[in-house]
């Protein structure tokens, strides 16, 4: 007999960047299974749960549901097949009601033309009866993030078959939820797997999927790698996620000398031997928290980097990586403790001013906050310069060309410096970025996710200016959720975990698989969960 | 403000005037007396004679100067929707300081009529871009309701206390004649204003696209996040190219004061002002195609005055075709669009 | 004077009505002077043609939802910028009417009505006035208790909440924008039936008005009725002025407009998000 879901060999390559989304998946489910997903950032588990639920067409492989295949691309059939997907980030309308919101393009009818609410309540107590009914009457924005992830996830059950199976995906569904919130939401599986459904679900804290799954899918790189339904254990999940380095190396072609085992400390082009304790270091952060509403985004931080070092900050994204971009690119502030650029107190400062403290900054989110996509190459290359190029208020054109010529060829940028930025190539705009940020002996330099999007050549050539800059002087932190960068560049690496630092290490002593449990939090000291 | 002002394609400019033009084909029809004498009028009139065709280049000058003041605003990313307002003012502050002081010699008198022009409008302009980065009130509201309110209260002036008795006419006093323009081609009003205004077209070209302030302002309004980034302060674009984009309307309505009239007369701007939000759209937000933008729209306008004595009753045909335009030139299409 | 107010918040509240729909959609509709414009000269004619003057509203709101339905197309179909044609909408009308008025009732600009009668009283008011109110609690009934209210405000708030749900968006947004023009043509309809005439810009800043307003009354339905009220106050008051003061005709005019515009700004000085939606 057929399994519910039969997923085989889809691939998907984004053609906005080039990037190979997902290149070989596979995943079966069972009826009344609850079935993990988990890999890494980037490993491809939200764009394969989106093919499966039809919202993003596959460019190869099958979707089947009960023996039967579902159409490419067609979220109205996966529906009806009995495919109900929850986003990690709900597609909910918070000036809407709970209920409202609940029943948005399924709405029960008085006459044809009324909204039954009476009916809708009753729904709702019959699918999950402990829903408190006060919620429903609330607008969705007043509630907390926790209780938007539960109504995310009603909604969900709500459109679930009644009279066959359904197959429930849902991703990252205990994502900023309070202890007591997954339990609920574990609770809710749990019943909708003994009432005949399945459950699909994405999640990077490998604690809870050791405690609630039934049968686990490893992704990485965008491949199946592991899948098995005994015995999961953090220890075990982790290894398969971040993976051996003999793996690694087939699956990127790595040319680097990468081991398992700790890595020697003296090393060709050590970069350790620019750094200088400093007596104001570019950036101090001592006892660091800051909050988002009422959630802990950032929690009793203490770092700091000097000239010369190279810093990494790794973890999964929303436990504390993005949060710390934020702060450091003026956009949050914290609540308490330091937080001094070149020895000046940074809170509360704009942009602006943070750049000409010195600091420079290359965003994740590239494109909105990095550059001007309308705005032509050399105008991007130019936005930090522009006040230097000038001759009585006039950008000097032979000047503004020397300079982005000189930055095209050092970065090896392809692509005439006069067309707008959004008609290069994912890899070269990264490239654009980079280039002008690292320019001109930054004192602190702040880069997220440094090779996203770059190849493998010019990861490399990228990661040689970066430790340029650091021999030149400058104190370089890194943001990143690849850990092999992390390992590649840094000097020192700091783990997050639930907006904490869970572990820090010095190169000498990482290896991909500390830094991998440190990362899920199977390190113990954590709060809750 | 979440939709910024987008440049348009080629096509859709084309497009908009393209169907413009067929739908005055048809209106014509349908209220004119003559067919052919209508249309003949509307394409050929404005160019059968020096008087025709001076009135049609002094036109294109004062469209051209006020659409530079738009191109300026929106692309900063900022809705200047009191243009018509802005230059009327301006005009107006300009002939009242040109009549309190009306002895300076010539130049002087020019500079002192068009600076105070300019100033008064920019003012006015800069007034929304203040409580836009204040409040945050949208510019593109309170710009058209200060215009709104101040032009009634510059034709209460024009028509009562500031009018001048000796002529029967609903104007101010006129200019001292030292202080006009000198006319290019009699017997048509073209005057030296409309040279001004090509070589601010070519000014504004040079700044918007060369200078250092031009290059902050195109990043502001293309992505305001990235240039407070790159370290460009808010405040002195967004009330700054308002001021600007101000100045220019009311330096467009001091030229055409001492250039055309010589005198603030009542409804003297004819709707420049709007006009100019078209022109600048065809032109693609460019300077130098609003120069080619200006000449399209005062042909237009020439051409549906003189077909109006060519049928049965008189309309607004140039309003019609600047609605139609208007409605077309931001639209979008499918090929060979830009990327969002 | 509170029942003069009384009928001259009829037409302020009905098109603030139909720019609140259209705003809970996400599309702030700068076009409701224009939609205004043709529903009087619509009403005028349609009550002409009938002799009834509930006829004239409903041809005023067939001619405001012809008009709505340009303007819609351009902006949805052809995404064009809203503002931009918005502002084209007002000046189509400014200028077709003008046209169509030339055309069928000769050179003159005015159009009058053909009789005498005006609209049924009730206690000493216009019988408009419960009508307008009651219209309000229908929008309301609309917006807050029926699907269609709850997706047209889910294409102004969330749009993607919509789309997850195979809903689309632009259909909810088509609707609010037709229903503004129904709505700012019948307010139109009304004032020129109640004048009895036609007049070249007869809607005198009513669609200006009527934006802030939507503002005023926090975006809600019976907000903005007491909003209209206040600013048909401020024009009763100003009407009654012009009676015992000297303040001349033509600065009256610009009246409207400044009244507006303080409105606007005390709003978004006190701190309230205007959402204007792309």
Redesign the interface.
Same mark, same amino acid.
């Given at each position: 007999m057929a399994s519910l879901l039969e997923v085989r060999g889809v691939a998907r390559r984004f053609a906005a960047n080039g990037v190979q989304a997902v290149a070989s998946a596979d995943l079966t489910l069972e009826t009344g299974q609850i079935h993990a997903v988990v890999g890494e950032n980037g490993a491809g588990k939200s764009t394969l749960m989106q093919i499966i639920a039809g919202a993003i067409p596959a460019d190869s492989g099958t979707v089947s549901v009960s023996g039967r295949p579902l159409a490419n691309g067609d979220p109205v059939g996966a529906l009806e097949a009995g495919v109900v997907m929850s986003y990690q980030h709900p597609r909910l309308d918070r000036e809407l009601t709970v209920l409202e919101n609940l029943f948005l393009g399924e709405e029960p009818r008085r006459f044809g033309v009324f909204f039954d609410a009476t009916a809708a309540r009753t729904r709702v107590r019959s699918v999950a009866p402990d829903f408190s009914p006060a919620l429903l009457s609330r607008r969705l924005g007043s509630l907390s993030s926790g209780q938007i992830r539960m109504v995310s996830l009603l909604a969900a059950l709500l459109r679930l078959p009644h009279d066959r199976p359904g197959i429930l995906i849902l991703d990252e569904p205990t994502e900023a939820t309070t202890p007591a919130e997954a339990d609920r939401v574990f609770t809710v599986i749990r019943q909708s797997a003994d009432s005949g459904h399945a459950v699909i679900f994405i999640s990077h804290k490998l604690p809870e999927v050791e405690r609630i799954a039934d049968a686990v899918t490893v992704l990485r790189a965008g491949r199946t790698v592991a899948s098995w339904s005994d015995e999961i254990e953090v220890a075990r999940l982790a290894r398969e996620m971040v993976g051996g380095a003999e793996e690694h190396l087939a699956i990127v072609g790595a040319t680097h000398d990468r081991a398992a085992e700790p890595r020697p400390s003296a090393l060709p082009g050590d970069d350790r031997v620019g750094e200088t304790e400093a007596a104001t270091p570019p950036l101090r952060m001592e006892g660091l928290t800051a909050r988002e509403g009422r959630r802990l985004v950032l929690d009793d931080i203490t770092l700091s980097v000097n000239p010369g070092e190279i810093v990494g900050v790794t973890g999964i994204r929303e436990n504390g990586i993005e949060a710390m971009e934020s702060l450091l690119a003026g956009k949050i502030q914290p609540d308490a403790g330091v937080f001094e650029v070149d020895g000046h107190d940074a809170t509360g400062l704009s942009p602006g001013r943070l750049r000409r403290l010195g600091l420079r900054y290359v965003p994740t989110d590239r494109l909105l906050r990095g550059a001007s996509v309308e705005s032509s190459v050399a105008e991007n290359l130019i936005a930090l310069k522009r006040r230097k190029l000038q001759r009585l208020g006039m950008l000097d054109g032979s000047e503004v060309s020397r300079f982005a010529s000189r930055l095209h060829t050092n970065f090896g940028i392809e692509g005439n410096l006069h067309i707008p930025l959004w008609q290069l190539s994912g890899g070269n705009i990264q490239k654009v970025i980079l280039s002008r940020e690292l320019e001109g002996d930054p004192r602190l330099l702040v880069i997220c996710e440094p090779s996203w999007g770059l190849d493998f050549r010019s990861r490399a050539r990228i990661v040689e200016r970066i430790r340029t800059s650091a021999r030149d002087g400058a104190a370089v932190l890194v943001l990143t959720t690849d850990i092999d960068e992390v390992l590649d560049l840094s000097s020192r690496i700091a783990v997050l975990f639930d907006a904490r630092i869970a572990a820090v290490f010095d190169r000498d002593e990482a290896t991909r698989e500390l830094i991998g449990r440190a990362m899920a939090g199977a390190t113990g000291a954590t709060r809750g969960a | 403000m979440a939709r910024k002002p987008t440049a348009g394609s080629l096509a859709s400019s084309l497009f908009a005037v393209g169907v413009a033009l067929v739908v005055t084909v048809v209106l014509l029809g349908f209220g004119s007396g003559s067919w052919t004498d209508a249309l003949h009028a509307f394409f050929l009139q404005p160019i059968a004679n020096q008087y025709y065709f001076g009135n049609m280049i002094s036109l294109m000058g004062f469209l051209l100067l006020a659409s530079l003041g738009i191109v300026i605003a929106f692309r900063g990313g900022l809705y200047n929707l009191g243009g018509e307002g802005q230059l009327f003012v301006g005009a107006l502050a300009g002939t009242l300081a040109g009549l309190a002081l009306p002895d300076l010699p010539g130049l002087l008198g020019v500079i002192l009529v068009l600076s105070v022009a300019s100033l008064a409008a920019a003012a006015l302009a800069a007034i929304s871009g203040l409580l836009r980065r204040a409040w945050g009130t949208p510019e593109l509201i309170t710009s058209y309701l200060l215009s709104a309110v101040l032009i009634p209260v510059a034709e209460y002036l024009i028509t009562g206390p500031a009018n001048d008795p000796a002529r029967n006419l609903l104007a101010t006093a006129t200019l001292p004649q030292s202080y006009w323009l000198p006319r290019l081609l009699i017997p048509s009003e073209l005057s030296l204003a409309f040279p001004i205004a090509i070589i601010a077209a070519c000014a504004v070209y040079l700044a918007m696209f060369y200078s250092v302030r031009g290059y902050e302002l195109r990043l502001y309004g293309l992505n305001e996040e990235f240039a407070v980034y790159a370290g460009i302060n808010p405040s002195t674009y967004s009330i700054g190219a308002m001021g600007l984009s101000g100045a220019l309307h009311g330096l467009t309505g001091g030229l055409m004061i001492i250039g055309t009239y010589h005198a603030a007369i009542s409804g003297f701007s004819g709707g420049i002002g709007w006009n100019a939000i078209a022109v600048a759209l065809v032109g693609r937000l460019h300077p130098l195609g609003a120069i080619l933008a200006a000449l399209v729209f005062a042909y237009l306008d020439a051409g549906a005055k003189a077909s109006m004595l060519h049928t049965e009753f008189t309309f607004e045909l140039g309003t019609i075709i600047q609605a139609i335009i208007l409605l077309l030139v931001t639209a979008t299409f499918v090929f060979g669009r830009r990327k969002r | 004077m509170i029942a003069n107010a009384l009928e001259l918040m009829v037409p302020i509240l009905i098109a603030t009505l139909g720019g609140l729909l259209t705003e809970r959609a996400g599309v702030l509709n700068?076009g409701l002077e224009g939609l205004i414009l043709t529903g009087a000269f619509a009403g005028i004619v349609g009550a002409n043609l009938t002799g009834s003057l509930f006829a004239g509203l409903i041809f005023g709101a067939g001619a405001g939802a012809l008009l709505a339905m340009?303007y819609s197309i351009?902006c949805i179909e052809?995404?064009? %910028?809203?503002? =931009?044609?918005g502002?084209?909408?007002n000046?189509?009308a400014?200028? =077709?009417v !003008?046209?169509l008025s030339?055309?069928f009732y000769? !050179?003159k600009g005015v159009v009058r009505l053909a009789t005498d009668a005006d609209f049924a009283s009730l206690f000493g008011i216009s019988v408009m006035v419960p009508i307008a109110v009651v219209l309000a609690l229908v929008v309301h009934?609309a917006l807050f $208790?029926? !699907?269609?209210g709850? $997706?047209l405000?889910?294409s102004g708030? %969330?749009p @993607?909440?919509?789309?997850?749900?195979?809903?689309r968006p632009g259909r909810y947004r088509r609707a609010a924008m037709i229903l503004s023009g129904v709505f700012a043509g019948v307010a139109g309809a009304e004032v020129a039936l109640r004048l009895g005439v036609y007049l070249p810009n007869i809607s005198a800043?009513r669609g200006?008005i009527a934006? =802030?307003a939507i503002f005023l009354g926090v975006r809600h339905p019976i907000g903005v009725v007491g909003a209209a009220f206040v600013f048909a106050l401020f024009e009763s008051f100003a009407g009654a002025a012009q009676g015992f003061t000297e303040i001349?005709g033509?600065?009256?005019?610009?009246l409207p407009?400044?009244i507006?515009?303080v409105a606007?700004?005390v709003y978004?000085?006190l701190?309230r $998000?205007?959402r204007? @939606?792309?």
């Open positions: - | - | 700068i340009v351009a052809l995404k064009a %910028n809203i503002f =931009v044609a502002l084209a909408t000046l189509l400014a200028g =077709v !003008p046209y030339a055309l000769g !050179p009934v $208790r029926t !699907p269609f709850i $997706r405000r889910a708030g %969330n @993607q909440a919509l789309e997850a749900r195979a809903l800043g200006w934006l =802030v001349p033509t600065l009256l005019l610009g407009y400044l507006t515009l606007m700004v978004s000085a701190g $998000r205007t204007i @939606q792309k």
